[in-house]
Each structure stands twice: as C-alpha cells, then as structure tokens.
C-alpha cells in the first residue's frame, strides 16, 4: 500500500490542532481538542497519541498510508533525541520524551519542530510564500517570533535559536525585555508593545485623542483598540501606529539585508491590522533596506491562519524521511 498521507499537529497552549493532508499539502480531514496541562501537563502527549488512532480508526485509514507525523511546539526541541524542554505554557517544566512516546503509541515516525518554525514553513510552502525557496516569516502575538527559510527548509542555528527576530534589538538601551535585553523588537511590536508605546505615547501628550482619554482614564486598551482608533483618524493612535512600524519595518530591513529572501511575511494577532499596518511597515522597510534586499524582497501579510502551523508540521515530516525501524 502506496504511503500517500501525513498527520500536522498543531500543539498550543489552549488547543492542539490536528490535520491529515496529501503529500502535496492538501489538507482532506482536520480537529482539535483542548489542552490539558493539568498533572503538568501529563495528559497532552496521552490525549495526542488517543486523538490520532480515534481519527485514523473514525476515517478508516490504515498507517500503512501515512507518511509520518510533524509536528510544532512551544519550547525547545532536541531535534536530534526528539524532545522538548522549557515549555512553560504547556506546563512542562523537565525534559519530555515527545517522540518516544508518540512513536510507540501510534506506531508512526515523528519529527518535531519549534511551533514558530513550523507556521514558518507553512506559509512558505502553501501561504503567502508561494513555496519560494527562501522566506522569512514574522509572527506578531503576544511576543514576536519567527522562522527562516532557506533553499525550501527551514534554518535552525547552532543552538536552534535562528529566526528569533523578536529578540533583534531595534532601540539600544530601550524598554527591558523578558529575555534581560533591552530594547528588542517584541517590545515594539508585539500586542503588549504596542500597548506600552501608547501609555508612553499619552502621557506625554498634551493634545486631545480619544486614545489619551482612555488611557487616563484607566480605560482598558488593547492593540487592538489603538489600530481602530488609528484608521477612524485618531491622531495620537496614528503616532503610535507609526511608531511600531518604524521599528518592525527596520527589523524586517535588517533581515532583508543579512538573508536577502524573497519575500518578508507578517502574520500574528497584530497582523490582522492588515494593510493599514503593512503599507506602514513598508515604507519604513524601503528607508532601511539596502538597495539589493529592497529589489528583492517583497513584504507580505500572512494567509493561512490558524491552518499555518499544521501545514508547516506536515511538510518537516514529509521533508524528514523519518522512519521506525
């Protein structure tokens, strides 16, 4: 029997998404179920390997036919032991047997990535890349991450940390970061940066703005909030707006210049501001860019939403080749 199917899984703090697809990147069945990091996070990699042998059963679909499992998590992975540590969101504090586990309880091989890494891949392979060889993908959340692609695969570093943009410091000695740095770009863009350049923004105002009555009036504000304020003309809002671009088109002018893709894209929670942003962020990237990178690279907004880290998932296990012996 013709092996012609893999599983993405999408493993998130809240929801673990899940997708059967076609070798060429078709997704023919996909669920989710909730979460469970209670017992410290005991239950997730259980549930996962359940959820899996209940779907092929229900779909009447033979292992024979899978390719393997990909798929993306928070925290870092051991990409060569198939593990993962430090995924505090998911309540795992010590090292998990990921791949061990999951091979055993389904009988399939399984490569893990960086979640970041694989919505990466993702839209480079079925998204708003085209399935370009060389794409870097931003994702604006609550944090900024990131991942590289290069030559149709994704770039890990020496130490797996390679597409961490949210850490490239865009304003020396400026706000401090979780990470101990200061002055990065998530805290410039992400949904909390945002929110933190428009309290400063208001408290030296002096102006009139619907923002800065909000905010003095200890109005609850949100990202998303200052981007609506934004494109209804709010003057402070559009400060704002334009000071996050500034920073974000920068960065995306670093990385332009130091890896020269073809395409920059933008997706997150932050992106749902759309072109408004964008056009935006452009237009500082075409400042900063060198000329060469500004030729070649084109920034796009993300297009796959939720779907993003499931599609890239499939492609590491179809990229991997992995099998169990």
């Known amino acids: 029997m013709a092996k012609d199917k893999l599983i993405g899984v999408d493993l998130g703090g809240t929801t673990i998404k899940f997708a059967i697809l076609t070798q060429d990147g078709e997704i023919q069945q996909k669920w989710s179920i909730r979460t469970n990091i209670l017992d410290e996070g005991s239950h997730i990699v259980p549930d996962i390997i359940d959820s899996i042998n209940h779907h092929l059963d229900l779909f009447q679909l033979s292992t024979d036919r899978i390719i393997g499992i990909g798929m993306g998590t928070p925290g870092t992975v051991d990409f060569d032991n198939g593990t993962v540590r430090a995924a ?6 010590g090292v998990q047997e990921v791949r061990a586990q999951i091979e055993a309880g389904t009988g399939l091989p ?34 900024v991450g990131g991942g590289l692609v290069m030559n149709g695969k994704l770039v890990h570093g020496a130490a797996g940390s390679a597409g961490e943009i949210g850490h490239v410091v865009v304003e020396p000695d ?113 400042k900063f860019a060198f000329s060469t990178a500004r030729e070649a690279t084109t920034l796009k907004l993300a297009e796959l939403g939720n779907d993003a880290g499931a599609y890239g998932a499939a492609s590491i296990a179809l990229q991997s080749g992995r099998t169990i012996d």
């Open 88 to 93: 505090y969101n998911l309540n795992w504090s």
């Open 110 to 143: 399984l490569t893990l990535d960086n979640d970041a890494n694989c919505a990466a891949l993702g839209e480079q392979w079925k998204g708003a890349g085209d399935n370009e060889p060389d794409v870097d993908f931003i994702t604006l959340g609550t944090g």
């Open 174 to 286: 400026g706000y401090q970061c979780t990470c101990g740095n200061k002055g990065c770009l998530e805290q410039y863009a992400s949904a909390t940066g945002v929110v933190h350049l428009a309290q400063d923004a208001a408290e030296n105002y002096v102006g009139k703005a619907r923002l800065k009555e909000m905010i003095d009036n200890g109005d609850e504000v949100t990202s998303k909030i200052v981007f609506d304020l934004a494109k209804e003309g709010d003057y402070l809002a559009n400060e704002v707006v334009d000071e996050v671009a500034h920073y974000l088109g920068l960065a995306c002018a670093n990385l332009a210049n130091i890896i020269n893709p073809t395409k920059i894209i933008i997706g997150g929670g932050v992106s749902a501001a759309g072109i408004f942003l964008l056009d935006r962020v452009n237009q500082s990237f075409q």
